[in-house]
């Protein structure tokens, strides 16, 4: 089984910075990929930023040039910096992990259970 641990979310004026965080643990043989998804009050859930193993990262273009995105393969850990925040960047944020898991090598996808990140003054 493989376990996903999400931190860093909170309250945060407009124009303010956060940092949020995913841990992946488990039966991990390898990780193909991590992503930020959100979901904002009221819509469905939207990429934000992915992130490939081998560091080749896509950002939405709302995010574009505010947030980005790192991967540390050996911790199997992700990280996610938002600077200039906005009113509109307020959603539940999700970590998603695209892995190979288990000694059958098996591949896998796996969700956090998400962080609310709500930016207001």
């Known amino acids: 089984q493989v376990q996903l641990v999400e931190s860093g979310g909170g309250l945060v004026q407009p124009g303010g910075s956060l940092r949020l965080s995913c841990a992946a643990s488990g039966s991990i043989s390898s990780i193909n990929a991590m992503a930020w998804y959100r979901q904002p009050p009221g819509k469905e859930r939207e990429l934000v930023a992915h992130?490939?193993?081998?560091?080749?990262?896509n950002y939405a273009e709302f995010v574009q040039g505010r947030f980005a995105i790192s991967i540390d393969n050996a911790k199997h850990t992700m990280s996610l910096q938002m600077n200039s925040l906005k009113p509109e960047d307020t959603a539940v944020y999700y970590c998603n992990v695209d892995l190979i898991r288990g000694i059958h090598r098996v591949a896998a996808e796996y969700w956090g259970q998400g962080t609310q990140v709500t930016v207001s003054s």
């Open positions: 992130i490939t193993s081998a560091g080749i990262t």
